[in-house]
């Protein structure tokens, strides 16, 4: 009885570092989804008229995007050894092989991102920004990020 109990828990256990994992690469890309719901569903779509221009939507959209990048370091922190269910991307694991590296992709963008922070007031300026920046996410993701399916 004492060992079925043990047997038990450690099932247990193990259900739940999973969970803990996929939790973890849940809130990485997570972090990421938002990163993109400001420089593409925001920014992308007013660069080619999608949806008109709207200074205090480009102005929200910057800061957002300023403190999500800033969380990037420590979010991508512990490996979850597993990607998002049904995601299109993941994780390379190069990324925990060479964290530092991975890290040191992160300071441009939050360059790309002071450069233009209040210095956007039309589509053209919005443009240029936009570039700016998604030069540099990509910079990182060249290395980085895995495309699934
Ligand atoms: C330091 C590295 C790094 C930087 C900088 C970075 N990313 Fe990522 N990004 C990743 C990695 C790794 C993945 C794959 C894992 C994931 O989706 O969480 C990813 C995935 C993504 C995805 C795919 C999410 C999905 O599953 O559909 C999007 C969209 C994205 N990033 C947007 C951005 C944007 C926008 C920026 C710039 C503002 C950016 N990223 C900056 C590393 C980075």
């Excluded at 441009?108 to 030069?135: E, M, R």
């Amino acid at each position: 009885m004492k060992r079925m109990m043990i047997v038990a828990g450690s099932l247990l256990l193990g259900a739940g570092a999973v969970m803990a994992q996929q939790e973890i690469a849940v809130q990485q890309d997570n972090l990421m989804r938002s990163q993109a719901k400001s420089l593409y569903t925001v920014i992308q779509k007013m660069t080619k008229g999608d949806i008109p221009y709207n200074q205090k939507a480009v102005d929200e959209a910057i800061a957002n995007l300023e403190a999500d990048v800033a969380k990037i370091a420590k979010t991508f922190e512990v490996n979850p050894k597993q990607d998002v269910v049904d995601a299109t991307y993941g994780s390379s694991q190069k990324v925990w092989q060479n964290k530092a590296d991975f890290d040191s992709k992160i300071p441009p963008v939050q360059k790309a991102i002071a450069a233009v922070k209040g210095k956007i007031k039309d589509v053209a300026s919005l443009k240029a920004a936009y570039t700016s920046i998604n030069d540099r996410c990509a910079d990182c993701h060249e290395t980085y990020r895995v495309k699934l399916k």
